[in-house]
Each structure stands twice: as structure tokens, then as C-alpha cells.
């Protein structure tokens, strides 16, 4: 005949079938002498729910950790009821039959008080019984849309954690259409011993139907609370959604000027059907600087460096100013590179979604045979569309001036900048899975001898993890640029296209591969090209938690014509690197080797923070 439990709500979800059995223990005053020996025997268990009984018990864990006195193994084999019984109902054995001795003593008859003072072996016997299976698996009342977890259904084993997962959703499809205080009223677990099934009703209070009401605030210090709340963008009088409540806290944080941000919905809703909100913040310190070198044998050494202010004028407005020193000691360069730049963000500008930037920069390249000096003004707008969509477009005024051993040639521009990102990666710099696909659109207008026409780029990679405990990573990469509508030489220098290098084909000299722009009887001045196209594949393998080792294979292309026509040549490279974890991105070191092409110039090294894409 099966027998009848009802289960509290708090006691299911919260505090756990185990803890229900838990009994309150007192700790004997005599002289504690240790544990010589601790049997665990589980008739009829196969190995996977061995392991799991033994990783439950708090006897094996104090004989493991060394904690054999009398007082703690006492303690433990009392708890221990419990923690067994939770662990076969977790893998659906509702059967089970406990026996915990000491020294010969059912552990659960002898009183608190009475505890030996002297411990010498703890038996642990665990029956498991037949597996159950559910009969019955429901739920009720249903909201539309909720999706149940496959593991509860009819016929499937009766774990004790479908049942837990199954009332969570149901509890969270009736938040997501507006009930924001739907909960389980009751749940009703007919287990039947004979036939081995359980049969699972929960029941479902949806609760009314909701809207947002206000936003009260605190925690902040500096920030303006009007800035905070159009950063935030609480939707009040909207119908309550758990996902705007994310969208909300995401945007905050994305501002960067915030250590925390707390969401917390009021008890009770208000008489007109509305549920306010509590918002407590806690800000970040207002700067913050950060500094990084890369350095490769062909390369020489590139050091960079930032300074961080957070909340520039009381509203998350970020002003960043960056500098970095290129290629110091690279083969065959005369002089460093440099770049320098000041910029300033505004969230919430001029809607919740979006950010106006502002931002100066100015940089001298040193390219094969040309010396490169810019300086440019942007003005632009970021809008995000969700957790992965990023589009920005701005104006950008840039003059250049590219010196020659034969002469120079003068830039100058206005192009109008257009950017799609979507970013699915589960990190940045060190994907396991996931895509990433950026495309760049930049139409510009020269003046004087500067053509006019627009660069086009497509960067895609793609990120596949495989093998025990996914190991072993699988990355790609494919990089097309052309610029159209000017001529090779009327194109500004930075609109233009190199390969070779870390960013591009390792194993190959940096930006080694151009097209001539100009010929004398002795001199022949290289440049970049007007297409390119590039692929990259890695092999990344964890040899240990912090050590990893790859595979690598680059190839390029560069041509002196739009849309990859006209003179061209392709080179590529090969080689192998250890990855050191961090934490917060690997430390990369690769050794390339040219592998065809018309510049290699032998082996290169490669030193970095972050993998190479």
C-alpha cells in the first residue's frame, strides 16, 4: 500500500529533504580518543551511487580530513542518517535502509547525552532498494510557455531533484507573464513501496498579476540618482517581467562604475497591482589604471598603459586616456611607434540603450618602408540590442602625412564609421564555445589628393570545445577587409592592409606582407594592399588547470586591387605555444614558423596576455 507525504514548500525547495531528519546534537565533556577504523558496505549499490553515499557521509569526510576524535565521529554518524537518506532520494531510491553502528550501537539509539568517550570503528550499512520510478508527474495550474525540466514526466526516475527543478519552474513561468508572487502552495508525493513509483503533484499559487511600480534607490554616493534611474531604465507601470529586472541591474553594470548592484522586490504588492522595487548600488573607486607589454623577436617590444576615471561628472561619464610604445627593438626599424588617445563615454545617451562617445587620438606607425603620422577626432554612438548585439556609428575627421624614402604624401579625411558586433562567447579572452562576428562599413570623403570611396571588414571566429571534461578547444578564424572606390595611392595608410605577424599570420615577420606603391631604378617602397583575406586555426588542449598547450595554422592574402583582384600573394605559418591561466586570460607564448610565401625570415616568438583571437 503506498503511503502518503506532504511536503512544506520551504522545507522542499530551500531546506531540503535531508535536512528535515536532521537531529540536534550534544557533545559529550569526557576525554575524546580517535576513529581506528570506518567500514562503508552498500549491498546491491552499483559504483556511481557508492561514490555518491560516500561523498555524502560526514564519517568518510572526517576520516579523510583527519577529524577522528569521538565528539566529531559521534556528531557525524547521527547527521549521517540524514545526508544518506537525501543522497538516495537525489538518485530515486525511496527504499532505502539505513544502519549506522559504533562499536556494535545503532548510532540513532544512544542518547545525545550519553555519547561514548571512546571511538573504534563505525559500520555503515546502506540498502538501497529498487530505483523508483514516477507514475505520475504533474503540476498545476500551468502558465503558458513554462518549460518543465525533462527529467519529471511520467516513467522517469524519480529523482527528488526533478521534483525541486520542476516546482522552480513552474514558480518562474508564472513570474514571467506579470505574477511576480506565484509559489508552490502545496505538493502532494505518494510513494509506493510495492510497485516502486512515486507519484508527484505540486500545486501552484499564481498569485495576481503585476506591474512595476517604483524604483527606490540608495547605496550611491556620488552618482546622481536622476543619471542613475535614466541609466537604469526602470519601466514603471509595465507589466512585471524577472527579465527586465536582469536588463536593469545589466545595464548598471555595464557602466563599469558600480562594485555591486542589488535588485530586491517588496513583500507584498500595493493596492493598485503594482510591485515596487528596491535598488541598492555600491560604487566602484573613481580611477583605476592598467598597463600591458607583447613582445616577439621580429616585433620587438609593445608596451601600453591606460588611466581610468569612472564618473567624471557625477552621471558614469568615463574619461580613459591610453598610451602605448610599439615594436622598441623591432628587426629593421628605425624609429617606435606610438599612439595616444583621450576619450569620454556617456551611458544613457541619448537613450537608455545607447552611449555617446567622444575621443582624440593621435599616433605615429612605422610600417616597412613608411613612417606614418595621424591624428584623428571622433564623435559616435554605441547602442546595445540585448546580451550579445553592440552597433555603433560616428563622424571622424583624420589628416596623415606618410613619409618615404622618395617623399611624402598627405592625408586628409571626414568618413563616417558604421559597426554590427555580435559576441557570444562565454570569455573573451580565453573562448571555450561560442561565435563572434564583427562587420565594419566605413564610407570616407578626401580632400585634396585623398581619394574618396569605403573600406569594408568581416572578422568571424568560432569556438568549439570537445573531449573529457572539454579539454580540447577547436578555434577558427576568418578575416576579409577591401577598400573600394579609391586608388592604392590616395588611400590613407591606416584604411589599407598588412600581413604578417600576431595579429595576423604568425610565423611570418610582421606586416611583412604589402604591395609596392612606388618604383625607382633602386628603390621599391612597399604599402599596404586594398584586400585581404586571412584564416586562422587553433588546437588548444588543457595539459593541467593552469597549463595548456596548442597547434597552430595562419594564412594571408593581400592584393593591390579592390574586391582581392589585381596583383596578389598569399604566405602563411605554423607552429606551436603554451597557454599559463591566470584566472583572467592565459599568458601566450608561440613559436611560428613560415610555412609558404615569399617573407619568411626564420622563427618567430610571440609573448602576450590573452589567447591570439
Same mark, same amino acid.
Given at each position: 500500500?503506498?503511503?502518503? /507525504? ?22 559529550? $565533556? ?35 580530513? *583527519? ?120 505538493? @502532494?508525493?505518494?510513494? %509506493? ?15 495576481? !498579476?503585476? !506591474? ?50 542589488? $535588485? ?36 620587438? $617590444? ?19 586616456? %591610453? ?40 599616433? !605615429? ?33 583624420? #589628416? ?8 611624402? @604624401? %598627405? ?22 564555445? *561560442?561565435?563572434?562576428? %564583427? ?27 570537445? *573531449? ?11 578575416? $576579409? ?20 605577424? *600576431?595579429?595576423? /599570420? ?16 633602386? @628603390? ?70 613560415? &610555412?609558404?610565401?615569399? #617573407?619568411?625570415?626564420? &622563427? ?10
Amino acid at each position: 500500500m503506498g503511503s502518503v /507525504v506532504r511536503l512544506v514548500q520551504s522545507g522542499l525547495r530551500k531546506t531540503g529533504w535531508a535536512a528535515l531528519l536532521c537531529p540536534f546534537l550534544a557533545l559529550p $565533556l569526557e576525554p575524546a580518543y580517535a576513529l581506528d577504523r570506518f567500514v562503508l558496505t552498500t549491498p546491491g549499490a552499483d559504483k556511481d551511487l557508492t561514490d555518491r553515499l560516500r561523498a555524502a557521509s560526514l564519517v568518510a569526510d572526517a576520516e579523510r580530513s *583527519g577529524q577522528t576524535d569521538s565528539q566529531s565521529v559521534f556528531a557525524a554518524a547521527r547527521a549521517d542518517y540524514a545526508r544518506l537518506i537525501g543522497a538516495l532520494y537525489t538518485e530515486g531510491f525511496y527504499s532505502g535502509v539505513i544502519r549506522i553502528r559504533i562499536d556494535g550501537r545503532e548510532a540513532a539509539e544512544i542518547p545525545p547525552l550519553d555519547a561514548p568517550s571512546t571511538i573504534s570503528k563505525v559500520e555503515i550499512s546502506v540498502t538501497p532498494g529498487p530505483r523508483f520510478t514516477f507514475s505520475k508527474a504533474r503540476m498545476k495550474p500551468y502558465a503558458k510557455g513554462t518549460k518543465l525540466p525533462p527529467a519529471y514526466g511520467d516513467t522517469k526516475i524519480a529523482r527528488s531533484g526533478a521534483i525541486v527543478d520542476a516546482a522552480d519552474a513552474g514558480v518562474e513561468g508564472w513570474r514571467n507573464i506579470g505574477h511576480a508572487k506565484a509559489e508552490v502552495a502545496d505538493q @502532494i508525493i505518494v510513494a %509506493d513501496h510495492r510497485n516502486a513509483t512515486l507519484s508527484s503533484e505540486i500545486l501552484l499559487d499564481p498569485g495576481p !498579476r503585476l !506591474r512595476f511600480g517604483q524604483l527606490s534607490m540608495s547605496g550611491y554616493q556620488r552618482m546622481k540618482p536622476t543619471r542613475i534611474a535614466k541609466i537604469a531604465g526602470f519601466p514603471t507601470g509595465e507589466v512585471f517581467d524577472p527579465k527586465t529586472l536582469d536588463k536593469v541591474a545589466t545595464r548598471l553594470r555595464r557602466t563599469g562604475a558600480f562594485r555591486s548592484v542589488a $535588485l530586491t522586490e517588496a513583500e507584498q504588492p500595493n493596492p493598485d497591482g503594482t510591485l515596487d522595487i528596491d535598488l541598492v548600488v555600491s560604487e566602484e573607486k573613481l580611477r583605476r589604471f592598467g598597463f600591458g607589454a607583447e613582445v616577439s623577436n621580429s616585433e620587438g $617590444l609593445s608596451l601600453s598603459g591606460y588611466w581610468l576615471h569612472r564618473d567624471l561628472f557625477g552621471g558614469a561619464e568615463r574619461l580613459r586616456v %591610453d598610451g602605448a610604445l610599439e615594436r622598441i627593438g623591432g628587426q629593421d626599424i628605425d624609429g617606435v611607434g606610438y599612439e595616444v588617445g583621450v576619450r569620454i563615454d556617456r551611458p544613457a545617451t541619448p537613450v537608455t540603450d545607447a552611449s555617446a562617445f567622444v575621443e582624440v587620438r593621435a599616433a !605615429r606607425a612605422e610600417i616597412v618602408d613608411l613612417t606614418v603620422d595621424g591624428l584623428e577626432f571622433n564623435f559616435g554612438l554605441t547602442r546595445q540590442f540585448g546580451d550579445h548585439i553592440t552597433a555603433e556609428a560616428g563622424i571622424s575627421y583624420i #589628416t596623415a602625412t606618410a613619409k618615404f624614402a622618395t617623399g611624402s @604624401i %598627405d592625408y586628409e579625411l571626414v568618413a563616417l564609421p558604421l559597426s554590427l558586433t555580435w559576441d557570444n562567447r562565454d570569455k573573451p579572452l580565453d573562448a571555450r564555445k *561560442g561565435y563572434y562576428l %564583427d562587420a565594419d562599413v566605413t564610407p570616407f570623403y578626401g580632400f585634396g589628393t585623398t581619394g574618396s570611396g569605403g573600406q569594408i571588414k568581416a572578422d568571424a571566429r568560432a569556438y568549439r570545445a570537445f *573531449g573529457a571534461d572539454d579539454r580540447i578547444v577547436l578555434a577558427g578564424r576568418l578575416h $576579409l577587409g577591401t577598400v573600394i572606390g579609391s586608388s592604392l595611392g590616395q588611400t590613407p595608410p591606416d584604411y589599407l592592409f598588412w600581413s604578417g605577424g *600576431g595579429g595576423t /599570420v604568425r610565423g611570418q615577420p610582421y606586416q611583412s606582407l604589402g604591395v609596392p606603391l612606388a618604383r625607382t631604378a633602386t @628603390i621599391t617602397v612597399e604599402t599596404g594592399g586594398l584586400s585581404f583575406a586571412g584564416f586562422s586555426g587553433e588546437l588548444r588542449a588543457n595539459i593541467t588547470e593552469k597549463i595548456g598547450a596548442v597547434a597552430f595554422y595562419d594564412a594571408g592574402f593581400v592584393s593591390d586591387e579592390e574586391l582581392f583582384g589585381g596583383n596578389g600573394e598569399w604566405h602563411s605559418g605554423a607552429g606551436l605555444g603554451l597557454r599559463y591561466n591566470t584566472g583572467i586570460g592565459p599568458i601566450r607564448f608561440d613559436v611560428g614558423m613560415p &610555412v609558404s610565401g615569399s #617573407t619568411n625570415d626564420g &622563427v618567430q616568438l610571440y609573448v602576450g596576455i590573452g589567447q591570439a583571437f
